[in-house]
């Protein structure tokens, strides 16, 4: 079985619990424990939110630039290219670091590398 991408969920605390915010999370959840193998591991980290980047973000959009590069064959370096060319993170030839960019950015990138996977025919959601 191929890795799989990491999945990030955003959680609340209520109550003293932590509640998923979106009712898709669950779903998501559900489908990514399916997708484990008996036995397999998991590593689970808690970040506390902020308006920049998160460690999970950047995490992700380095998982999907190298299982992208790996199907296309394309360096991990010209597939990091594309990705912030198609999420509007370059201008005037000059491309902005993952680590310096808000959540916002992150996931305009995360959501460019998935639009890659959909042309090339790499699922990656």
């Not at 969920?9 to 509640?19: A, D, G, I, Q």
């Not at 992208?68 to 360096?75: E, H, I, Q, R």
């Not at 960019?101 to 990656?124: H, K």
């Amino acid at each position: 079985m191929p890795d799989q991408l990491p999945l990030t969920l955003k959680w609340v605390k209520e109550n003293n619990e932590l509640r998923l915010v979106k009712s898709l999370s669950k779903v998501n959840l559900k489908q990514f424990i399916e997708n484990l193998e008996e036995g397999q591991e998991v590593t689970v980290t808690y970040e506390v939110l902020n308006p920049t980047g998160s460690y999970a973000q950047l995490a992700k959009i380095h998982k999907c630039i190298r299982e992208l590069a790996g199907f296309t064959g394309d360096t991990f370096e010209d597939m990091k290219i594309q990705i912030k060319i198609r999420s509007g993170l370059c201008t005037s030839g000059e491309c902005k670091s993952f680590a310096d960019c808000s959540t916002d950015e992150l996931s305009l990138a995360i959501q460019a590398a998935i639009e890659i996977g959909d042309i090339v025919g790499f699922n990656l959601h």
